[in-house]
């Protein structure tokens, strides 16, 4: 690493104290993401990035939902909501500096991003800012920051022992990924909502592949503005009633605000080792064109959905069971 001015210190330090304020909660995180993007709209990863942080919470406030605690016993539920939190923050962790490295040098007119290596993220996304300085590529730099993020959840997160133990090599894990009820939603304030569902969580292919099929549909020119005006109007708080009350049918089922349901959680990087040192990048990542094999419009299959998690409750309360593990 070369050495720094006094001014690429002080930025340095500036990115560090921001990073961290911001990277409190689902919440901060998610807002932080939809800020920068309104600022820096060239970077279109980061609407990508507040839109699947928006239904990360909705994730955690389900578990203390109506409905999942009727379903999941609290150790159960605890345990999910550390898994989506620890991804959630660790992600933000590695990404929010590259992103305001990259603020930085649009503003002093030059790239800055022999700054990176000092925040300690991957080679192959330090040469992808730099190619994309050069190229000005947002979809290029899109896929490859879906491809980085997911590459740096991989280890700490989904082949964590804890989590792959307790959360998915676990029996209601694998049912809701089975199921489809796992699933990235695109509300509008028109009431309808888009998305693509997640099924074979734990393959990081799968997850890019995922991510760059929901890249496709937030910015299809169609739907971009009424994706961008439910995040410009909605206020983001966890509850699924975020959207749900844009619905012209009553839904089952209520989840709680998220800020009013979890504590904030203390979290450390533990391990800083570059994932594109050890992990090949795939040709199949950067470069095969997205196909969406199920319908993108979900508003009928979210109301089936609803109705299928109703008649489990209702299933768990007639066969008395106390646990579904």
């Known amino acids: 690493m070369s050495l720094l001015t006094i001014h690429e210190q002080n930025i340095i330090r500036q990115i560090e104290t921001e990073t961290s304020k911001k990277n409190i909660d689902n919440i901060s995180r998610t807002n932080a993401y939809f800020s920068y993007f ?29 409905m999942f605690r009727q379903l999941l016993a609290p150790q159960v539920r605890k345990q999910l909501f550390f898994t989506y939190e620890r991804a959630n923050w660790l992600i933000f962790h590695d990404v929010f500096p590259q992103l305001l490295v990259y603020q ?151 989840t709680p605000i998220l800020r ?11 391990d800083n080792q570059d994932w594109s040192k050890v992990r090949k990048v795939s040709s199949s990542w950067l470069h095969f064109p997205v196909h969406h094999r199920h319908p993108i419009h979900l508003t009928d299959w979210y109301v089936a959905k609803s109705h299928q998690l109703q008649l489990l409750v209702s299933l768990k309360k007639a066969l008395d069971l106390k646990k579904w593990k």
């Not at 928006?54 to 406030?61: D, I, L, S, V």
């Not at 009013?260 to 533990?270: A, D, G, S």
């Open 260 to 270: 009013m349901t979890y504590p904030v959680i203390k979290h450390h990087r533990q």
């Open 38 to 66: 309104k600022e820096n709209p060239d970077i279109q990863w980061s609407f990508l990035a507040s839109m699947v942080s928006r239904n990360g919470g909705w994730n955690m406030c389900d578990l203390e939902g109506s």
């Open 104 to 254: 930085y040098s649009t503003k002093l007119g030059r790239p800055l991003f022999h700054l990176l290596p000092y925040f300690h993220v991957s080679s192959f996304i330090q040469n992808e800012w730099h190619r994309f300085w050069r190229d000005k590529d947002s979809k290029r730099l899109t896929t490859a920051l879906i491809i980085n993020e997911q590459n740096v959840i991989q280890k700490p997160v989904i082949e964590h022992p804890v989590y792959k133990k307790k959360v998915f090599q676990s029996l209601i894990f694998n049912f809701q990924d089975w199921l489809h009820f796992s699933c990235v939603l695109f509300p509008t304030c028109g009431g309808e909502v888009y998305g693509a569902s997640v099924n074979g969580f734990r393959s990081l292919s799968k997850r890019i592949n995922l991510g760059k099929r929901l890249a496709s549909i937030l910015f299809q020119p169609r739907l971009f503005p009424h994706f961008f005006e439910f995040a410009e109007k909605t206020t983001h708080t966890g509850s699924r009633n975020d959207y749900e009350q844009y619905f012209k049918m009553k839904t089952e089922g209520t």
